[in-house]
């Protein structure tokens, strides 16, 4: 129970700080944001009234403490401010894009766990011999070639000339599945390693021998001693890799059209568009701390060790 | 290895320094050595555009072909890959001297100091990286610059975790305490015992992470944040040559060979210290 309510004073603190530090971004803008969204907006150089105009609008002529205190109040409410480049308010911009971008991640989340953990234990059985090295080879060379590469290369030959799935996506589950694969085998790449490290550790532990000793089969081996402690290991990275999804998806969305929140924040830096920058990043660092501590918490429940404090 | 062992030492990295087994520095040095040659062994003009010439493929006068304005890939990717290595080599030496300084002072700071510093560090290693980057970027305006600036901030507070871990083992250490009983004031101790101690420890995990950022810089010019066209930027100019795929694939190919000729050493030489350390 302690425990519990320190974790949410730890949140909520991490959740004010970021969102301070987020609305501060405001502050690295170069020159009068007014004069920028409407010079864009007008496809002309603005009169002063105008910009004195579209300052009153965006709150901007408002001391700074206060205007952080207004966007800190409506971001409690998901109300994240009017964006800078589209009309409209931020958060019914980015909130149906959220969903397309979970879509894909969880996706390529769960290709990339089946993948690494096969792979990585794979690879450790095999140490030293043929499937390990080529594992290795193939996991080092593929995690050289930038996603984006892969992306486009497997849109023009799988996608276009092959007619296998859709080069202008609609965000469907349907849809996920060729760009999560593709995102699934690059995030493969980096955990296979992990995994096989992990793996070389439970393997010549004292455990596996005895097991190996009583006469118990590799398989049972694998399922009984193994498995449970690559999972409760690998844990944290899974934690790493679903905190981090809004950021890591950003490039291969770009690539496929993709409606999710990654390209859009791209498209939003592209264009300076500063409130839906604030409210993507606070979601992303909100979702990285949930993430890796939802992690945390599974390896608790999964783990009578730790649960029992003996460990 | 324990099943909390993540919150300190993420990689495994944290022992590296303990063996040498091979010196990334020197992949490094020999990758800055090429990519600043080469723009003058190669020759030509990145910038130079034949129309006439446009979407040629490779021939002797332009080896790798030409792009949509008929300028020179080959001229273009060279370019290209310097500027991404110089960029790649000034975020981690500022991540990794921030981190230092930043670290070591965490460690050697008493109490509430030290305290809030590394509170700091915490902070900035529970923020996903790239998305943050791309928001810096946004806020600063695309460039060069301004990209170093983004990834040297999301990027330091690992460096300042390892630095703040290996300061306090030296703080605590023999080497310090005997210094500080013969009269050596705390701040010479820290300077002269500690970050040079820590800066060695931590410089194989930066030369090792010079890849990486490459191909991160390269993600960021794909999505258009990079060095601003005309300039050759790799990721910017597979970005370009995804309209010309079955036209003119040297386009798309040269650039991405070009960042896996660069990042592979890196990513080889990390496998095999990887391998080394964690295999025990």
Known sequence: MRAALRWVAAFAALVLASAVAVFCLQLLVPGDPAATILSTQLGRQPSQAEIVAERAQLGLNQPFPTRLWHWIEGATHGDFGRSWATPGNVGSLIWPRIEATVRLGLVALTLAVVLALAGGIVAALFRDRTADRLLRVVVTVLACIPAFVLGVLVIQFVVVDAHIGQVLTDGSWRAALLPGALLGVTIACYWVRVVRAIALDVLNSDVVRTARARGASWPTVIRAHVLPRVVLEFLPYVGLGIGSIIGATAVMEVVFSWPGIGAYAAQAAVRRDMPVLQAVVLLSIITFRLGTDAMRGVGWILDPRRRSGTA | ?280
């Open chain 2, 1 to 280: 290895m324990n099943a909390f062992a993540f919150d300190r030492d993420r990689l495994g990295l944290r022992r590296l320094g303990l063996r040498r087994p091979v010196s990334p520095a020197l992949i490094v040095l020999a990758v800055l050595v090429i990519v600043t040659l080469a723009p003058a062994v190669v020759g030509g003009d990145p910038l130079n555009q034949e129309l006439t010439n446009a979407l040629q493929g490779p021939s002797p006068h332009h080896l790798l072909g030409t792009d949509e304005y008929g300028r020179d890939v080959l001229a273009r990717v060279v370019h290209g890959t310097r500027t991404s290595v110089y960029a790649s080599l000034a975020v981690v030496g500022i991540a990794l001297l921030g981190g230092i300084v930043i670290g070591s002072l965490a460690a050697a700071v008493p109490s509430h100091g030290g305290r809030t510093i590394s509170l700091l560090t915490d902070f900035f290693l529970g923020i996903p990286g790239v998305i943050v980057a791309i928001a810096i970027v946004g806020a600063l305006g695309p460039g060069t610059r301004n990209l170093i600036v983004a990834f040297a901030i999301t990027g330091w507070a690992w460096y300042a975790r390892l630095a703040e871990e290996h300061a306090r083992q030296l703080l605590s250490g023999r080497v310090v305490t005997v210094a500080r009983v013969s009269g050596v004031p705390a701040w010479r101790c820290v300077s002269g015992h500690v970050i040079p101690h820590v800066f060695r420890r931590l410089l194989v995990v930066a030369c090792l992470d010079v890849g990486w950022v490459v191909l991160a810089i390269a993600g960021l010019g794909y999505l258009g944040l990079g060095a601003q066209p005309p300039a050759p930027e790799l990721g910017q100019m597979i970005s370009d040559g995804q309209g010309y795929v079955l036209q003119a694939p040297w386009m798309i190919l040269a650039p991405a060979g070009a960042l896996m000729l660069v990042v592979l050493p890196f990513v080889a030489a990390g496998e095999r210290v990887h391998g080394r350390v964690l295999r025990v």
